[in-house]
């Protein structure tokens, strides 16, 4: 009897969510993505993966900031490691410098001309899908864009679903006034406009707020408006749950109500709730997106799908590569969820499974 | 008051009701206001003896459920006594509770809802042990088996769940977790009722063998004439949240007095393709426990009613077989 040992039912479900090619395939690719993009630092980035000057080797991705004279170069500024890599080659010396597949920042301006525009995708220069219109590489800003998007999701939905989960649960378990009173204020409080209320919060916020606070901020706000409709299925699903004879078995038993929550109600439940997980997904992932394209939403420089959606629709005839790639990403990113979700919602499906298979 | 004797001459009963009330709030309008009051359970006293198995019958929505409930104090009652031991249970909490707990236990009627569907027989069986706090891992264990041993289950099915076993056998664990503890009252809620008739039989031994072994003392809920006789040493017939008659065994069914216990006794199948049967066949349905109606509640169906039963309430007569019936205080008087 080991502690990890699955649930026969839930084994079985997770079976038929693997017997479900598309969505586990789909499944696969975003976890592939999602575990890549958490040292996509390594693949994208200004900074090289390794330097070696002088024989020794430095290695710039995670390691301390490396002025140009670090480097035998004239200027106290960051290295520009793509111009260290054309210097040593030009000499011929024996130092050399590995550049990541794609040697651009998401922040970084790399106008050669000294005109910020959007040039198209140029393969020499290694910009795979072009730039955007102040020339960051577009495929570098899509990529981390990708995985704000997918992590800002992801912590979306874990505190949604605790919030929704334990107030909905509370709802149906002590039910009586307390759940009467909570949900004619959840009724008021879910019909407060959530796009005005960013637009306060944000026009509120003092510039002084570091990017990542600010991100944070907008997490909160949306987690603040979004976790009401969670607690709908949970306080039904609990009262249907504390009902039946197996709760009462435990109370007969002298069962402490935190025991009958936490050993009894909320497992049952919870199998239903993680139907809804990738959908709630991709609504913060569209929700985030439409903020970004409205100026709304994550604030600038940090890179966004939204963000380079609108520049795309304002340059699309100039620069159709913008919002053909931002659209593409969306596209896939929403489809692969979808899938991973229909997948889910298949295999969890209680009328569809039977316990005699 | 009077009071359903106890059949054996025993100074001390295990367990004793007076004058027991379960009255449901029914709330109405936008406000919620308590408007009317379901009277499930509407004054029952009862005594059950150490070792005594007290059978409870009635048609569904007859209040024998909520009054078995109400003893394991799943419910907190609205008025009246339950005595165990000599100590009044009716209001007290849910710690003072917990050593009550261990005595009086309960069987549900269907086991697939009284077993968790997400816990092995070893997590159902260890829980009472955890919840009182009762020994260590190994002892739990060696109790599990001890249990599993004692309903007729193989040691190897504690890491199974309750699905994986036949209703008989999903049962089995359910007696088993309710004997966990040693308890002296179990409340048995139809616990045969969503069992096969061949599986019925094995359940209602186990249940007898259980209770010589153990001096068990049994409130046997079913709405099954049959299967009550074969198992309890008294019977008690409940109409409308009442007890309307109650007797020794054998003795109720040779000489029901009340014309609905009489009416359900007439409704026993006989195995004899000779036998006649004369049924009383009750029209209606149960009157609604929010509205019962006046004087005697049983009136608007009994073949026997008269014009004093829709006034005057009867009370329960202090005999050997009490009955609560107009006809038979009227002779008396």
């Keep these: 009897m080991s502690l990890f040992k699955l649930n026969p039912q839930t084994a079985k479900k997770l079976r038929r969510f693997r017997e479900i090619k598309r969505g586990y395939y789909s499944f696969l690719i975003l976890a592939v993505f999602l575990l890549l993009s958490l040292t996509g630092e390594l693949f994208i980035n200004s900074k090289a993966l390794v330097v070696s000057y002088e024989g020794e080797i430095f290695f710039p991705t995670y390691s301390a900031f490396h002025p140009g004279t670090d480097f035998g170069l004239d200027y106290q500024y960051e290295t520009n490691y793509r111009q260290l890599k054309q210097h040593f080659t030009d000499t011929g010396s024996d130092n050399w410098v590995l550049m990541p597949p794609i040697p651009y920042s998401p922040f970084e301006n790399d106008a050669s001309t000294g005109i910020f525009r959007p040039e198209p995708p140029d393969a020499a220069k290694q910009h795979y899908l072009g730039t955007d219109t102040t020339s960051r590489d577009i495929l570098a800003r899509l990529f981390f864009g990708t995985r704000i998007a997918l992590v800002f999701a992801i912590g979306f939905m874990v505190a949604v679903y605790l919030i929704g989960v334990a107030v909905g649960c509370a709802m149906g378990y002590l039910g009586g006034m307390f759940d009467i009173i909570s949900q004619r204020l959840i009724e008021i409080w879910s019909n407060i406009p959530f796009l005005y209320m960013v637009i306060i919060v944000f026009s509120v916020i003092p510039d002084a707020f570091t990017i990542f606070s600010r991100i944070l901020i907008l997490l909160g706000v949306m987690v603040l408006f979004s976790w009401t409709s969670m607690t709908y299925y949970m306080r039904t699903e609990t009262y249907k749950e504390k009902s039946r004879d197996y709760v009462a078995a435990a109370r007969v038993l002298g069962a402490s109500n935190t025991r009958i929550v936490f050993r009894h109600i909320l497992p049952n439940v919870l199998s239903t709730l993680v139907t809804f997980m990738p959908f709630t997904i991709v609504a913060a992932i569209s929700a985030i997106t439409a903020l970004d394209f409205l100026g709304f939403g994550l604030p600038p420089p940090t890179p966004s799908l939204g963000e380079l959606l609108k520049q795309g629709t304002q340059t699309l005839r100039t620069a159709p590569w913008i919002v053909m790639s931002a659209f593409g990403t969306l596209v896939v990113l929403l489809t692969l969820v979808t899938f991973v979700g229909e997948a889910i919602r298949e295999s969890f499906d209680p009328k569809k499974f039977t316990l005699y298979k | 008051m009077s009071v359903i004797p106890l059949p054996k001459k025993q100074a001390e009963s295990l367990l004793r009701v007076r004058d027991l009330k379960m009255h449901f709030p029914v709330k109405e309008g936008i406000f919620m206001r308590t408007g009317k009051y379901n009277k499930a359970v509407d004054g029952v006293s009862l005594d059950i003896a150490p070792g005594e198995t007290l059978g409870l019958v009635g048609e569904s929505g007859c209040g024998k459920s909520t009054l078995g409930r109400c ?26 509770l917990m050593p009550f707990r261990r005595d009086i236990q309960m069987i549900f009627q269907d086991p697939m809802e009284s077993l968790n569907s997400r816990h092995t027989v070893a997590q159902i069986l260890e829980e009472p042990f955890q919840v009182h706090k009762i020994g260590n891992r190994e002892f739990r264990q060696k109790r599990v088996k001890e249990l599993l041993d004692l309903v007729g289950l193989p040691a190897r099915s504690v890491t199974r769940y309750p699905f994986e076993f036949s209703g008989g056998q999903r049962q089995r664990i359910g007696i088993a977790r309710s004997i966990a503890l ?56 409940m109409y409308l949240g009442k007890i309307v008659e109650s007797g020794v065994g054998e003795s109720i ?16 199948p006989v195995p004899d393709p000779h036998h006649v ?21 049983f009136h608007t169906r009994c073949p026997q009613a008269m014009e004093i039963c829709s006034t005057v309430v009867p009370t329960l007569s202090d005999e050997t077989q009490p009955v609560s019936c107009l006809l038979y205080e009227a002779s008396k008087t």
């Design chain 2, 71 to 96: 003893i394991a104090r799943l419910y907190q009652p609205t008025a009246g006594e339950i005595s165990f031991e000599g100590q009044d249970i009716a209001k007290l909490g849910r710690k003072p």
């Design chain 2, 182 to 237: 040693n308890p002296k009252l179990i409340i048995c809620d139809e616990p045969v009722s969503a069992l096969d008739v061949s599986i019925q039989s094995q359940i209602l031994n186990l249940l007898i063998d259980l209770q010589k072994e153990f001096n068990l003392s049994y409130l046997f809920i079913a709405h099954d004439l049959a299967v009550v006789k074969h198992i309890s040493d008294r019977i008690a017939i």
């Design chain 2, 253 to 268: 069914y040779r000489t029901a007095r009340h014309p609905y216990t009489q009416s359900l006794i007439s409704a026993i």
């Design chain 2, 277 to 297: 049967a004369h049924r009383q066949i009750l029209v209606g349905d149960v009157p609604s426990p929010i509205n019962p109606p006046s004087g005697c509640n």
